[in-house]
C-alpha cells in the first residue's frame, strides 16, 4: 500500500472513534437516580410450624435506561428483631421509567422473633410492624449498580 492510502485509512479510522467514543461513553454510564421501593404488597405470613413470610417488592426506575436485577440481599426485621434474610439471584429486565416486581420469600426465625409472642400476636390480630433493609445489585449496559434498600410496612396477621 502506499502512503497516500495509508493516510486515508487512518484519518477514517480517528474520524470512526471521534465519533463512537462518546458514544461509548454515554452507553456506559451509571443511572442519574435510584431504583425506588415503592410498595410492598401481598405481603403474606403463615403460621405453620415453618412460617414464612411472602411479599412482592414493588420497584420504580426513573432512569431512561433499562437494565437488569441481578440479586437483592434484604434482612426482614418483624418489630425490631430480625427474622430472616432474603439473599436471592434474579434475571430480571429492569424497564427504563417503568415498574418491576420482585417476589420476596424468607423463612421467619421465630426463636429470634419470640415463638408464644408470635403465636398469641397472630390470634390476636396483632398488628406487626416490618422493615426490609439491604440492597439490590443492578446492571445498567453492564455496569454494576449497588441500590440501598430501607422500607417499612404494617401487616396485620389473623385467622
Known amino acids: 500500500m502506499t502512503l497516500k492510502v495509508l493516510g486515508k485509512i487512518h484519518i477514517a479510522?480517528?474520524?470512526?472513534?471521534?465519533?463512537?467514543?462518546?458514544?461509548?461513553?454515554?452507553?456506559?454510564?451509571?443511572p442519574d437516580?435510584?431504583?425506588?421501593?415503592r410498595q410492598v404488597r401481598d405481603v403474606v405470613a403463615d403460621a405453620s410450624s415453618d412460617p414464612m413470610l411472602k411479599a412482592e417488592a414493588v420497584f420504580y426506575n426513573p432512569n431512561k435506561i433499562s437494565g437488569r436485577l441481578k440479586?437483592?440481599?434484604?434482612?426482614i426485621?418483624?418489630?425490631?428483631?430480625?427474622?430472616?434474610?432474603?439473599?436471592k439471584d434474579y434475571t430480571i429486565r429492569i424497564p427504563a421509567r417503568g415498574e418491576f416486581s420482585v417476589p420476596l420469600e424468607v423463612r421467619l426465625n421465630m426463636k429470634e422473633l419470640g415463638t408464644l409472642?408470635?403465636?398469641?400476636g397472630v390470634l390476636g390480630g396483632k398488628k406487626f410492624d416490618i422493615k426490609y433493609?439491604?440492597?439490590l445489585r443492578l446492571t445498567y449496559h453492564g455496569v454494576p449498580v449497588k441500590v440501598p434498600i430501607d422500607h417499612k410496612s404494617q401487616i396485620r396477621v389473623s385467622f
Not at 117 to 120: M, P, R, S, V, Y
Open 117 to 120: 409472642n408470635t403465636i398469641l
Open 133 to 135: 433493609v439491604g440492597n
Open 71 to 75: 440479586n437483592i440481599k434484604v434482612e
Open 33 to 37: 437516580k435510584d431504583i425506588i421501593l
Open 77 to 87: 426485621f418483624v418489630n425490631g428483631k430480625k427474622a430472616g434474610v432474603v439473599n
Open 13 to 30: 479510522a480517528c474520524l470512526i472513534l471521534a465519533v463512537a467514543f462518546p458514544l461509548l461513553l454515554q452507553s456506559c454510564q451509571k
